[in-house]
C-alpha cells in the first residue's frame, strides 16, 4: 500500500511538471534554465562545499527545533535541482512580463518562421470571476499566406489580473473596459504580430504586445500582490502584540 501510495505521488508530482513545462510554459525555459544552472552550480560549488558538505560529499543542514537538534542531508543530485528550480522559477516569471523580451526570444529560436501583421476581425473582453479574478480578451484574426487565407480564433490571448484580491463590480467593469481599450490602441498601432511556418502555414504563434514590461497581464503580478497582502497582516498583527501593555 504504500509502494502504491509513493507511486501516486510521484505520477501527480511528473503531471505537474509536464503541464508546466510543457503546456503553460515553453520547453525552452526550461533548456535555458538547466544551461544557466550548470554554469550557476559549479562556481558555487566551494562555497556549498565550504558550508554544506560532510566529507562524503552530502550536503547536510543542521537546525533546531523546540530545543533539539534536528539533521537534514542534501545530495548534490537535490542541490542541483533545487538550483534548477529556482532559476527556472525566475526565467519564467521575467517572460512572462516582458511581452517584448518573449517576442525577441521567438524571433531567435525560430528564424525561418515568417512574420506578418494579421487583420484583426472580433474583439471581446469579458471577466473571469472566481478565487483567481482577471479581464481577459478574446479575438479572431485572419491572415493571407501565398494563395490561401487563414483564420484562428484565440480564446484569453491577453489578462489583465486584478491589482486587488477583493474589488467590487464596478472595478470590474473598468478592468474589461481598460483591456479592451489597450487591444485596440494595439491594433491601431498595428503593434500585433503573427508569426508562421512557411513549410505549414498551420502552425502559427500569435503576439498581441511589445511592452518591454507589462506585469499586470502576468499571474507573477497577482500572486506576489496576495503575498504581500499577507505579510503586511502579519507585519501589523506582530506589531500590534509587541506594543500591546
Known sequence: MKIIWI???????????????????SYRYLLYALICSSVLYFPLTK???SKLSNPDGSKRVRYDVNGKRVTMQMSKFTTFVVLLVGVYVVLVSVFSVSPHLERKEFIVTHPNWIAVTPSIRNLACNIQRGKTKYAYLDLEYQFTAGKHSYSKKMDKVEKLYSFFPIIGQRRFE?????LLDRATKKNVAKEYLLFYNPNDPEQQKFFLANDNFYPQGSWLYNILFVYCILFLVIVIIAFLFKIRP
Not at 174 to 178: A, C, G, Y
Open 7 to 25: 507511486c501516486i505521488q510521484w505520477l501527480v508530482v511528473a503531471t505537474f511538471i509536464v503541464v508546466f513545462v510543457f503546456v503553460f510554459n
Open 47 to 49: 562555497i556549498i562545499a
Open 174 to 178: 473598468e478592468m474589461r473596459i481598460e
